[in-house]
């Protein structure tokens, strides 16, 4: 019988080939740490990630989505990114009595494609038939104006 031993501070977890484990071990390999950790750290842990991969952990399991779900310090610093792009926007939300989740969600698409406008990415479109499926959504009049102040200055 072969083993593999893993080191995690400074215990040693030993495993057979087969990965089964030893009589008395515990793998920590599957261990969710969300479980073994105080929410606080798990939530620091969660804020590390993008708003991609926020929502597809919310979806790994009930804990980690209570978690996700329940913390708007997460999707307050992601709003915060958004905040700049569609800033009365955000402040409206925000007012209404919008979560942080809810004002990110409503604002991002937004946000996206008022990047892809500002960065030029549509430039070189010459007539409504050329623009790209979902490079619209309903901006507001400021955001147009910096939109129109930025082509002019390319």
């Known amino acids: 019988m072969q ?4 080191r995690s501070n400074s215990t040693i977890f030993s495993r057979d080939r087969a990965s089964n ?3 008395g071990d515990q793998d920590p ?3 969710n740490f969300t479980e073994t950790l105080p929410t606080e750290m798990s939530v620091k842990i969660f804020s590390e990630l993008d708003v991609r991969s926020l929502c597809r952990a919310s979806l790994t ?4 989505n209570d978690i996700i779900e329940g913390s708007d310090q997460l999707w307050r610093s992601h709003c915060l990114t958004v905040l700049a792009i569609c800033q009365r926007d955000v402040d409206g939300d925000r007012l209404a009595g919008c979560s942080w989740k809810v ?3 409503r ?3 937004k946000g996206c494609v008022k990047r892809r406008w500002l960065k030029g990415r549509y430039s070189n ?3 409504a038939d050329e623009i790209p499926p979902n490079s619209m959504c309903p901006l507001d009049v400021e955001t147009w104006g910096e939109i129109l102040e930025a082509e002019l200055d390319r």
């Open 103 to 105: 004002t990110l969600v």
């Open 125 to 127: 479109i010459r007539s």
């Open 29 to 31: 390999l599957q261990q």
């Open 61 to 64: 399991c009930r804990l980690w």
């Open 21 to 23: 484990l030893i009589p």
């Open 107 to 109: 604002n991002y698409r």
């Open 3 to 6: 083993h593999v031993c893993k």
